[in-house]
Each structure stands twice: as C-alpha cells, then as structure tokens.
C-alpha cells in the first residue's frame, strides 16, 4: 500500500522488482485502489487502510474477490 502521483509509474516499478517488497515477494496485481485530489487526504487514507479497522473495511470490500482468486 501507498500513495504516488503517477500510479501506472509505481505499478511498472513493482512489476520490475524496484520496490524492496515486491523484490521479495514476487510479482503484484492491482486489485483495488483510490483516488484523492489532495496528497494529505491521499497520506491519511493510506494511514487508516493500515489500522485494524482499515484492513477490516478492505476484507469486507474485496470479499468477493478473494473468493473468486482463491477458491478451491
């Protein structure tokens, strides 16, 4: 999770490996993401989806996705 100016930028970062985590831990697909028109807005958010209740709203959003991707 973050925030950046240029998200087809950050996406092709990751995809690459320039990004110490995605190094790590292999390739990402973005499933979900927000746009804020200003960049404290964009901070807080980011802020919040790393609390408990933030990552609680995300799992309850995507749901039905993890169902889909992951189901047996």
């Not at 970062?13 to 200003?38: F, Q």
């Not at 609680?56 to 889909?68: D, E, S, V």
Request: charged letters at 30%; a positive charge; aromatic letters at 16%.
């Amino acid at each position: 999770m973050g925030y950046t100016h240029n998200l087809r930028q950050r996406l092709e970062e990751h995809s690459r490996g320039k990004s110490y985590w995605t190094r790590l831990h292999g390739p990402v697909k973005l499933i979900y993401y927000e746009a804020c028109l200003d960049e404290n807005d964009a901070k807080q958010r980011e802020r919040y989806f790393k609390s408990t209740i933030g990552r609680r709203f995300l799992t309850k959003r995507l749901r039905g996705y993890y169902h889909k991707a992951f189901a047996l």
